[in-house]
């Protein structure tokens, strides 16, 4: 029997690529974002990170895990980065650590830590008003300044401030909570 060669075999490694990047983007964003403090810093690494995930794709084997592949090719950029930025003198974090927080990130996704706490995250969230969630929502889903939310809900830029500060402590409280009792 033979095999003929398929001529879409380039587009479905493509579809396949894309597939597999939009189900992880988010997890893969989050792990970046805990490992690279500057938020902007950490978008342009997510992004270079792709980069080189499109281009060493055709190295990864289909049905193995993808986060896990994507995850080592992300702590090479972040590695990268902080080699060539300016600011690696500054920064705190020896390369060591860095390790470290990477192994640990690798252990929490392993026991699925974050999966639980963002369901915890979820259930505490439901069980807060609607003003509240409102609020919350404008801060860190519409990413609302706090001058913004203050004009939008007619609250001085104190008093929205530490409504968030009390809405976040009662959010970690909640989780820690919730988690305890699973």
């Known amino acids: 029997m033979k095999i003929e060669p398929n001529p879409d075999a380039e587009g479905?490694?493509?579809?396949?690529f894309l597939r597999l990047l939009t189900e992880h983007e988010r997890r893969l964003a989050i792990y970046v974002t805990g490992l690279v403090a500057c938020p902007q810093d950490s978008q342009d690494v997510l992004q270079e990170g792709k980069i080189?995930?499109?281009?060493?794709?055709?190295?990864?084997?289909?049905?193995t895990n993808f986060a896990a592949w994507a995850r080592k090719i992300l702590f090479y950029q972040i590695l990268a980065f902080r080699r060539r930025s300016k600011r690696v003198q500054t920064e705190v974090l020896s390369e060591r650590i860095l390790e470290v927080l990477n192994e640990e990130s690798e252990s929490a996704i392993r026991e699925q830590r974050w999966e639980k706490r963002e369901k915890a995250l979820q259930a505490c969230v439901t069980k807060l008003s609607g003003e509240h969630r409102e609020i919350l929502e404008l801060r860190y889903r519409d990413e609302a300044s706090i001058e913004?939310?203050?004009r939008r809900t007619e609250r001085t830029e104190g008093a929205v401030y530490r409504l968030l500060s009390r809405l976040r402590k009662n959010l970690y409280e909640c989780v820690e909570k919730e988690l305890s009792q699973a």
């Open 12 to 16: 479905d490694r493509t579809e396949a």
């Open 52 to 63: 080189v995930m499109w281009r060493q794709f055709h190295q990864f084997e289909l049905g």
């Open 148 to 150: 913004g939310i203050s």
